[in-house]
């Protein structure tokens, strides 16, 4: 009965290479699966069926095409007045501007304004005030909602505002809302609110969801105002956990055109939890206000072989003329970013990259530290924020360019996760944020030192490398 078992274990191994070899996915990771299969007889195969999938086929958003052919097709071309602004450019932008829309398969947009906000309070109590201003419909998107004071109150907003005849959807991860169980929405529902989770946790019928996490944050009222950013809905996102301290974190408001484009997102992302097509126009209203700043969404994520959140960041990268500083909450890189990183700075482009020195996931902490040395040599300045937790994914791209978005610069984000982001060029909110940033550099952080690096004792260099082949399981 022994050797059955065990040979019935290497048949099952058998079966399954073939499967790993035709997804046609890189050496490094192909033969790490293999070896997993090989020498971890059951236990391989079913690590490797339940988290090997970086893919997903969304089946029901084939019938993207059918909205697409609908009430969004236009929010898919450019506008006459955003054309305008983009042959506004200098030539050498303008190229960049349409390279980008090409790569995130989403013509640019435009805003009328928009505004930064810093810290969770800020947020929270601007998306307040949006809802209760709304007039048709709230669209509210989160990867993570917590049962704490802030969640119950912000609830609460949305039920008050279902209860005056306003539709309000909720789309939530349920792996991000862990703990969360739908009946703490029971009264938002009965006062006429629509709750979904974005796929269910069920570890046979969406054995992808323990992967392949829906981590966008996205709000949307009368598909005029829309909210982007890292920020989740919970007490901790407003510095209000003492078990966690201060907490960073950036979101930022669209006004305008944009945000029907923004809609879209939400609109695909709905469809595929409750198969409701939000077609009608209502949702994608004509502004009626000029439109002044450039807005690239950037959505991203496993159905798509595309990577246009990767993509973007690397032609940022490789086009900006004197600056781009980052934050990243969590600093994963893959092969491209970390390429495109070291040759940016190498050519004399100040590279800045902000790494948050305590997280909520310690371990990638010891994994960004891995990459710290190369990124140094080539001159890229590396700053640990100290202040608390800085869980901002936001971009600064000479003086025009910003990017805010809930994607992290790690591989999850770039690979495995539903992310969104946007790239805006608005010179006032892009001071704005330098300023933010040069606080956080110079007051809140220690800038890494190449030699004093190299000093670091052998225990930190072991956990470094004993964590840093983890980095895409974390």
């Known amino acids: 009965m022994h050797w059955t078992f065990v040979w019935l274990g290497y048949l099952l191994t058998l079966a399954v290479i073939p499967h790993v070899l035709l997804r046609n996915k890189p050496p490094v990771s192909t033969l790490a699966w293999i070896w997993a299969v090989i020498l971890f007889p059951y236990i391989g195969p079913l690590f490797y069926f339940i988290f090997a999938d970086d893919r997903v086929t969304r089946k029901k958003l084939e019938a993207n095409a059918e909205m697409a052919s609908a009430g969004t097709r236009a929010e898919r071309r450019i506008t006459p007045q955003t054309q305008r602004l983009v042959d506004e450019l200098p030539a050498k932008e303008k190229r960049e501007v349409e390279s980008l829309s090409r790569i995130n398969g989403l013509a640019i947009s435009s805003a009328e304004e928009t505004r930064l906000l810093i810290g969770g309070a800020e947020f929270f109590a601007a998306l307040a005030d949006r809802i209760r201003e709304a ?19 912000m609830r609460d907003h949305l039920t008050a505002a279902a209860r005056r005849g306003i539709q309000v959807r909720v789309l939530l991860d349920q792996l991000g809302c862990f703990g969360l169980t739908r009946s703490f929405f029971r009264e938002y529902e009965e006062a006429g609110g629509q709750f979904s989770w974005f796929r269910t946790a069920h570890p046979f019928r969406n054995r992808w969801t323990f992967n392949l996490r829906n981590h966008r944050k996205l709000q949307i009222i009368d598909g005029r105002h829309a909210f982007i950013g890292g920020m989740n809905m919970a007490s901790e996102y407003a510095g209000e956990d ?25 609109a695909d992302d709905w469809f595929f939890a409750v198969e409701e097509k939000l077609l009608d126009p209502v949702y994608y209203p004509q502004p009626t206000n000029p439109q002044c700043v450039l807005v690239q969404p950037m959505p991203d994520g496993p159905d798509t072989s595309e990577d246009p959140i990767q993509m973007s960041l690397v032609a940022m990268l490789h086009a900006a003329r004197h600056r781009v500083w980052l934050t990243a909450g969590y600093f994963v890189p893959n092969e491209p970013l970390l390429t495109s990183l070291k040759y940016a700075a190498a050519r004399g482009t100040d590279v800045r990259l902000l790494i948050s020195e305590k997280s909520d996931h310690p371990a990638l902490v010891n994994v960004g530290r891995s990459y710290y040395e190369e990124l140094l040599g080539y001159g890229v300045k590396v700053y640990e924020y100290e202040r608390g937790i800085n869980h901002a994914k936001v971009a600064l791209i000479d003086d025009d360019w910003l990017m805010v978005g809930s994607a992290n610069f790690d591989i999850r984000s770039m690979r495995l996760n539903f992310e969104l982001n946007v790239l805006v060029r608005d010179p006032a909110r892009a001071a704005e944020l330098e300023k933010v940033l040069l606080q956080d550099f110079d007051q ?13 004792p052998f225990s930190q260099r072991f956990k470094e490398s004993l964590t840093r082949p983890l980095a895409p399981l974390l």
């Open 444 to 456: 809140d952080s220690n800038q890494i030192s190449l030699e004093e690096f190299r000093k670091r």
């Open 242 to 266: 003492p078990k966690i301290g201060p907490w960073q974190d950036v979101q930022l408001e669209v006004t305008g055109a944009a945000a029907k484009k923004l809609q879209m997102v939400f």
């Open 135 to 153: 007039k048709h419909h709230v669209h509210i998107e989160f990867f993570i909602w917590r049962d704490d004071p802030r969640g119950r109150e």
